[in-house]
């Protein structure tokens, strides 16, 4: 298994730019989910997604769309990219029902907005 | 919802035992959680501990859980170079039939001195 993939592992974009943060997993997990790392901020979760079809907001959505059409790949997009915006970001799974509950990370995408 | 507080420094020198602390909110966590992150990486899970447990060893590892005061530690023995890391308590919100969503502290960053 590769577990959770993500690309690509840096991007810089200027202000106003559009780009797509691609994330997959193949351990068939229901929940996905996609947070941003801000120096002493921790983890904040920006959209969440239950299964294909299903999403939902975190505690940070704005500037940040999100699709789920298969149960594998979970995009995060950035419409209009502003300087705000620069952070790494992670993308993260879990299957429903396990014990103990464990979230797997993907290794991050640091994001720069000029 | 959850919330998890931890400190956001440690620093120890090399050989001594380093003590993370972490308190939470919401008592009715079945699991709690110690996840590593090395430089440049995604999370990756440490350690758990059950809520019915006051401490769990895992070599190196002991996680001491005080539920009265809901309050979470993980204390590293002989502290290596290598555990140079931020490590993040975590508790889950239960929203039934095995679905839940982790709730992360911000993160303490243990620095080991040589």
């Known amino acids: 298994n590769a577990g959770v993939t993500q690309t690509p592992k840096f991007q810089v974009l200027k202000t106003g730019q559009s780009m797509t943060l691609q994330c997959a997993q193949d351990?068939?997990?229901?929940?996905m989910s996609w947070y941003r790392q801000d120096p002493g901020m921790g983890l904040r979760l920006i959209h969440y997604s239950v299964g294909a079809g299903i999403t939902d907001q975190g505690e940070v959505p704005n500037g940040y769309n999100v699709s789920r059409s298969t149960t594998e790949d979970f995009p995060l997009r950035l419409l209009s990219a502003a300087p705000s915006q620069t952070s790494v970001y992670f993308c993260?799974?879990?299957?429903?029902?396990?014990?103990?509950?464990?979230?797997?990370f993907g290794p991050g995408t640091r994001l720069t907005v000029t | 919802g959850e919330d998890v507080e931890q400190s956001l420094f440690l620093s120890v020198r090399e050989g001594d035992s380093s003590v993370i602390n972490c308190t939470y909110t919401d008592s009715s966590s079945t699991y709690l959680y110690w996840y590593k992150q090395e430089p440049g990486a995604g999370l990756q899970l440490l350690t758990y501990i059950l809520s019915n447990m006051d401490m769990k060893q895992d070599q190196r590892l002991t996680v001491l859980l005080n539920k009265k005061d809901k309050h979470l530690s993980l204390r590293i023995a002989d502290t290596q170079t290598g555990d140079s890391a931020i490590y993040f308590c975590?508790?889950?919100?239960?929203?039934?039939?095995?679905?839940?969503?982790?709730?992360f502290g911000k993160g303490t960053k243990l620095s080991v001195i040589p």
């Open positions: 351990m068939n997990h229901e929940y």
């Open positions: 993260a799974s879990h299957g429903v029902g396990e014990d103990p509950y464990e979230q797997y």
């Open positions: 975590a508790a889950p919100e239960v929203y039934g039939a095995g679905s839940y969503q982790l709730t």
